[in-house]
């Protein structure tokens, strides 16, 4: 690295990634981003060089929902920053703080279509916090500071940094201290004691409470206060699926998640209380189906960070904006034990009345108890990490959950393709965890290049595919809805007479083991052979497509239409 006062602009970029504390950077090099890589050469940041660019944008998605801090990742013009376009977007639907260098064209040849230019800026505009287009090397320091400020603060999200040719290769002093300066930017919001005093006066009240707790009790890592709150209040505890971990499903006030294939109780709690406590949740489709059916009884009480959230979905009774977890500090200090005791009786019931379960076929290699069998063999301690589908759900639903960052998931956008490069970010970040990626068939294929990435960087995660040889959830849905009349779902190839394509022999090709399962009673020694390989190793799980993933809430249709065989 250049350590005279005049700098090259790529020199300069990485020395502000450097000191934004940036250690691990998926990057993908092109023509108007090799400077970049040039000077990334002589940096302290580890370049992980992913086989696509999407699944660099999804490993630093994961790595940023491993810890919290925002991922970073790299790729040059054109296509290489279209490329991104997809885990951009899955950033912003699930508030995960990212912060994209790309490069561009010379800025004297901006709009003049020329090789590889696209207006990056222009097309990321409806899915990021906020974007910068360098056009003077000297404003590096200032943009990349902001950049990640905006990244991690307040509502957390997205944020693009352009950088043309000529800015990387401009040579110019510059002050890498410089002062943050937002003219319309708020991130911290203070609430009054007037609102906590209201909001205590409608625990008091409610004979019916419930907490719906979302991804923002994670990302304010409010955990322990909401844990807190809940036992001292006495009060149950459903989350979103991107809050899953932020309260512990051991605890016997957990209801689990709720929605469109959440569990009855927590559905049936959500919807029958009289004072619902919505702490960093949206009240997205798949929760509420259509708002105004649901938790029709209920006071609403909505807590969130982001403004524009309260009274978006739901009309709130009372809103507040504010941090999750400075309210619930306040609301600890002095708590309100309520004894609830029919109201616990009544989830109780539904809890015996309606779990979570299966019809077990001999033999079978069901979905649902290879999940079982996991938690069970990894002591309920890895970090799970699914593609979308019916085996994200079953991950969800048949792993038990009981910290923080413990299931990363594609929530907003559902995004194929998610599960092995996000994966891959949270095993770089969280080296001391066991990192699995549960993926189907389908979602597997869409990034399955990133094997020869888990080799080439020696990244340690385990693969386990539920493998049905179906794009399974719109499968299920055909079932459902259709007449399970198949439209382009089926997967396997009838002119080969065996599940399709080998997933075993395509990752041995990438050096990576990998064993197949058919039968039930394989799975326990697959999985230890698994979980004792040393390396990246590949499981696939043969299921066979006969499950749907229950309950399930049909689209447009409110908790009681919910299914359960």
Known sequence: MNNNKAMKGSDITIKCLENE?????????????????????????????????????????????ATGKAGACMATSGPGATNLLTGIADAYMDSIPLVCVTGQVPSTMIGKNVFQETDIIGMTRPIIKHSYLVLKAQDLPRIIKEAFHLAVSGRPGPVIVDIPKNVQQEICEVDFNPKLEFNAYKSHFDFTKDEITKLKKMISASKRPCIYAGGGIITAEASDELRKFAESYNIPVTTTLMGVGCFPEDNPLSLKWLGMHGTVYANNAANESDLLLAFGARFDDRVTGDPKTFAVGAKIVHVDIDRSEINKNKPADLGIVADIKEVLHELNKEPIHQDYSAWHEQINDWKEEFPLMYKEKLGSVQPQYVMEKLCEMTNGEAIIVPGVGQHQMWAAQYYNYTFPRQLLTSGGLGSMGFGLPAAMGAKVARPDKLVINIDGDGSFQMNIQELGTLHAEQINIKMIILNNQHLGMVAQWEDRFYNSKRGNTVMKNERVDRPYPDFVTIASGYAIPGREVYKREDLESAIKEMLETEGPYILDIHTGYEEHVLPMIPPGKDYKAIINE
Not at 35 to 63: K, M, N, T
């Open 21 to 65: 504390g940036v250690e691990t950077l998926f990057a993908y090099p092109g023509g108007f981003s090799l400077e970049l890589h040039q000077s990334l050469q002589d940096s302290s940041i580890r370049v992980i060089l992913p086989r696509h660019e999407q699944g660099g944008a999804f490993a630093a998605c994961g790595y940023a929902r």
